[in-house]
């Protein structure tokens, strides 16, 4: 396999820690600030009418969603980190991939924090929301970076940028070497 100057060496897979890092950080830092200064239900105008902290505990998904099935979204949550991880250290070898895989993997374990440490316990544990905006749901840091990251994903798998650096294989080239 034939490598590009845009390459990261294999063993660069550390590049994805810093973003790692920092979205898991971030949103336990947010999440502890706001269970240290507010209490469940509290609303405080920040941008108003823009931006609200809005402190809920969610046993669901977006919009609540799912609410007796906690447990399957840890589960989810769990089988999705241990493929972000094995595509970090496997499979991706490019900065982009690299960043963005980690701001992922950084958020979907903030989230799995939650359900794995906090009430009502082990695997069922509720997420801190508290990011309110109007008309949409209420949301953290975790979910941030979360989206952020599959909106970038989007953008490079549009763009044609694999995550080992190398061109995509296009049916004509296929048609032509054989």
């Known amino acids: 396999m034939a490598h590009t100057e845009h390459d990261v060496p294999q063993r660069s ?12 950080l971030a949103d336990l830092w947010s999440k502890e600030a706001v269970l240290a200064n507010m209490h469940e239900g509290e609303r405080i105008p920040v941008i108003e009418p823009l931006l609200t902290w809005h ?5 669901g998904a977006a919009f609540s969603i799912g609410t007796e099935f906690t447990w399957v979204f840890t589960i989810i949550q769990a089988v999705g980190l241990l493929i972000v991880l094995y595509l970090i250290v496997f499979r991706a070898r490019t900065t982009p ?8 993997g950084g958020g979907i374990a903030g989230n799995l ?7 009502p316990g082990f695997g069922v544990g509720h997420v801190i929301d508290f990011i309110a905006v109007p008309n949409f749901a209420i949301f953290n840091l975790a979910d941030s970076f979360i989206v952020v990251s599959i909106i970038v994903i989007v953008i490079l798998v549009m763009r044609g940028k694999t995550l080992d650096g190398q061109p995509e294989e296009s049916s ?4 032509n070497s054989g």
């Open 172 to 175: 004509t080239a296929n048609e």
């Open 113 to 119: 924090t939650d359900r794995l440490f906090r009430e």
């Open 13 to 24: 897979w550390w590049i994805a820690l810093i973003p790692l890092v920092v979205a898991y």
């Open 55 to 59: 402190f809920i505990r969610n046993p």
């Open 97 to 104: 991939w690299l960043i963005t895989l980690g701001a992922l």
